[in-house]
C-alpha cells in the first residue's frame, strides 16, 4: 500500500492521525486536527527515520564569525522602511496582516511599484483578484516615482506554479496577496485552512531563501483576531506587520508585532486617500490640531517606539442602561482601563458607579504603554465632571499628560519624559501634567483641572 503523503496533527496536543477527526482521539479537543505533509514526504525527509550520528559539526566562536551588513531595499515608502528597521532585507520572510479593506493590497502595491520605478524586479501574485482588476488600482497609484504599471501580475492560486515562477523570474520583492487564497495540490485541505496556509508559507520561505527573493505575505486577520492563518505563521517569518486602523476612518498605523531585523517599537502612520496611502510625517501636528479640548478630552504625550507622539485621547460617561454597565474603549488595552478606572475611583475619589464608560484614542491610533494610564484617567475624570482640563484662561487649548498609574495612587515614572515634555512643548503644551509634576494621581488631577497649575518644563 503506498503510504499516504498526509498525515493530520493535532495543534493541541501533537497526536497525529492517519484520517481527519472532528475530536482528537489523543486529547478529546474538537477542531483542532491539521492537515500537514507526512514527515517522509517532506523535502529533505527522513525526519521520521532513526538518525545516525553523523562527523560531529564544527562550533565557531562569535567573535570570529563574520558580521555581515545586510543590504536592504527601500521600499520608497519612509514609514513602512522605517518599521521594518531600515528597508527590506533580501530573501527574508515578512507578514502583512490586517483586517479586509484597510489597505494591504494598495501598500504591497505602492510599494512594488517603487521598487519597480527604481529598477527593481518585482512580482505581485493575487488569488484574490484578477489582473485587470489589480490594474484598476495600480492606476490610481501609478505616479513618476511608483511605477505601479511596470510591476508583474500573476492571477494564480496554485503555490508550486507561483514557486516555478518566482524561481524562474528571480524576482527581487514578490508579494503574496493574499496568503490563505494560496493552496498546495497535494493536500486536500481547503485554501485558508490552517494546514495550508502553513505548508503554502513554509514552501515559499525555502523558495525566498533560495532565489534571495523577499517575499511579502498578505494576510487577511478578522476582528476577533482569530484569523485562518496569520497568527500560525508567526513563528516561521522573520517580521510580522501589522496593519490596523478603522476601515471607515482615514488614518491607518503599521506596527512590527515582530522584527528579526530591527526594532518592534515603530509606529508609521498613513492616511488612506483617493491617490493610495500618504505618509503622515507629522502625527502629532495632525492630531493636537484635531483635538477638541473639551471635557472628556486630553493629549497624551505618548512614545511610540523611537519617536514621541502625540495623540488625543477621548472619554465619555454617561448614564447607563444596562447592568453590567459598558465599558468600551478603542486603542488601548480593556485591563488597563479596568485598572484605571478603579484607581480613579479608590484614591481619587471619581467614582462612575454604573455609569457606562468609553475611552477612545483619536485617529485609530493604539497605544499599547503603560504612560496612557494618566490620560485614559485624566479624560474619564472630565467627562465624568463634565469640566474642560486646563486652566479656564487657556481652555481653547489641550492639555498634555502621561504616566503610569500605580494600584495605590501613585503616578509612575515611564520612559523618555524629556523626549514627550519637548514634543508637547513643540505644540504649545508646554504645561503637561507628569510623574514629574505630580506625585500622585489625586495632585495630577489638581493640577489638570487647573486649580494648580504645574511647573511649566
Ligand atoms: P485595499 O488595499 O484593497 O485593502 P485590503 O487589501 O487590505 O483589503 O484598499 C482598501 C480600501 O481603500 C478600498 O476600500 C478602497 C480604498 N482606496 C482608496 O481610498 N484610495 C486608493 O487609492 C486605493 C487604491 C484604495
Ligand atoms: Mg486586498
Partial sequence: MA???TIHVCSSCGHTEARWHGQCPGCGEWNTLV???????????????????????????????RAETVARLSTGIGELDRVLGGGLVPGSLVLLG????????????????????AGRPTLYVSGEESAAQIRMRHERLETEGCRALDVPVLAETDVDAVLATIEAHRPAVCVIDSVQTLSAADLTGAPGSVGQV??????????????GTTVILVGHVTKEGSIAGPRVLEHLVDCVLQFEGERERTYRTL??????????????VFEMRQGGLVEVLDPSARFVGEATGKPGSVVLAAMEGSRPLLVEVQALVSQSEIVPPRRVCTGIDRNRLALVLAVLGRHAGVGVGTSDVFVNVVGGVRVDEPGADLAVALAVASAARGVALGSPAEAARPL?????LGLTGELRTVGHPERRLAEAAKFGLGD???PGSA????QALRAAFGAVRPVAA
Fill in 3 to 5: 503510504r499516504p503523503t
Fill in 35 to 65: 492537515e500537514e505533509r507526512a514527515p517522509a514526504a517532506r523535502a529533505g525527509g527522513g525526519a521520521a527515520a532513526p538518525r545516525r550520528a553523523g562527523p560531529a559539526a564544527v562550533p565557531v566562536a562569535l567573535r570570529d564569525v
Fill in 98 to 117: 490586517g483586517s479586509p479593506g484597510i489597505g494591504k493590497s494598495t501598500l504591497t502595491g505602492m510599494a512594488t511599484g517603487n521598487l519597480a520605478g
Fill in 198 to 211: 502553513r505548508e503554502v508559507a513554509a514552501r515559499l520561505m525555502r523558495a525566498a531563501k533560495t532565489a
Fill in 255 to 268: 506596527r512590527a508585532l515582530k522584527n528579526r531585523f530591527g526594532s518592534t517599537s515603530e509606529t508609521g
Fill in 400 to 404: 498634555a499628560c502621561f504616566g503610569e
Fill in 432 to 434: 503637561a501634567v507628569h
Fill in 439 to 442: 506625585q500622585t494621581l489625586r
